[in-house]
T-cell receptor, first 114, second 111 residues
C-alpha cells in the first residue's frame, strides 16, 4: 500500500539555522500538506499546496516558512531561521483531491531546536 | 476559526468492552469528519471518515455523525490492548483543505 514518506526522522539544529524537511507524497495524490504537533498539543495545520502553489496557509505559516515541490516526487518545508518554539513533530500529508478527501499522514520528522 | 473539542479525560476500558469517544465542532459548514489514531510518538493513522448524518460501521469501529448537534462520536467494540492510543477527531469544511484537530482522547485498554 502506498505511503507518505518523510526524511529525516529526527533533525537537531541550532537556533537561527535553516532546516529543510522532506516528504514524498503518495504518487497519484494532488494535494499536499504540512502540519506540526508541539509535544502534548494538538496537531496544527500549516499549509496546503496544489498545482505548484500554496492553496491555503495558517497564521503559523509566516515568512520564515516556505514550501516547494522541486521535482515530480518531493515536497519540502523550509524553515529559514529556526527558533526554540519551532521544536515539534512535523507531519506531511497528501490527499487524492481536495476538500472532503481523506488526508494520509507520513511518519513525521521530529525537529529539535537547541 | 474552526474549533474541535474533545473534552473527556483518559478513558480506561477493560478488554472486550466498548469504548465511546465524543467530539464537538464549532463550524456548522463542516463537511467531512475523520477519526485518526495516534500512538505515542507516531503520526496520525486514519481509522474512519464520515460525511453524512447517521452511523457508519467498519469492523469494530462505528462512527456517528449528527450535524444538527455538531457532534461526532466513535465507538470501539470488543476493545483490544492494541487499541490503547490517543484518538484524534478532525474536521474540514467545504472549499478548504485544512483539517482542524481536537486535542485527542487517550484510551487505555486493560487486559
Amino acid at each position: 500500500e502506498p505511503e507518505v514518506t518523510q526524511t529525516p526522522s529526527h533533525q537537531v539544529t541550532q537556533m537561527g539555522q535553516e532546516v529543510i524537511l522532506r516528504c514524498v507524497p503518495i504518487s497519484n495524490h494532488l494535494y499536499f500538506y504540512w502540519y506540526r504537533q508541539i509535544l502534548g498539543q494538538k496537531v496544527e495545520f500549516l499549509v496546503s499546496f496544489y498545482n505548484n502553489e500554496i492553496s491555503e496557509k495558517s497564521e503559523i505559516f509566516d515568512d520564515q516558512f516556505s514550501v516547494e515541490r522541486p521535482d515530480g516526487s518531493n515536497f519540502t518545508l523550509k524553515i529559514r531561521s529556526t527558533k526554540l518554539e519551532d521544536s515539534a513533530m512535523y507531519f506531511c500529508a497528501s490527499s487524492p483531491r481536495t476538500g472532503t478527501d481523506t488526508q494520509y499522514f507520513g511518519p513525521g520528522t521530529r525537529l529539535t531546536v537547541l | 476559526q474552526k474549533e474541535v473539542e474533545q473534552n473527556s479525560g483518559p478513558l480506561s476500558v477493560p478488554e472486550g468492552a466498548i469504548a465511546s469517544l465524543n467530539c464537538t465542532y464549532s463550524d456548522r459548514g463542516s463537511q467531512s469528519f475523520f477519526w485518526y489514531r495516534q500512538y505515542s510518538g507516531k503520526s496520525p493513522e486514519l481509522i474512519m471518515f464520515i460525511y453524512s448524518n447517521g452511523d457508519k460501521e467498519d469492523g469494530r469501529f462505528t462512527a456517528q455523525l449528527n450535524k444538527a448537534s455538531q457532534y461526532v462520536s466513535l465507538l470501539i467494540r470488543d476493545s483490544q490492548p492494541s487499541d490503547s492510543a490517543t484518538y484524534l477527531c478532525a474536521v474540514n469544511g467545504y472549499g478548504n483543505n485544512r483539517l482542524a484537530f481536537g486535542k485527542g482522547n487517550q484510551v487505555v485498554v486493560i487486559p
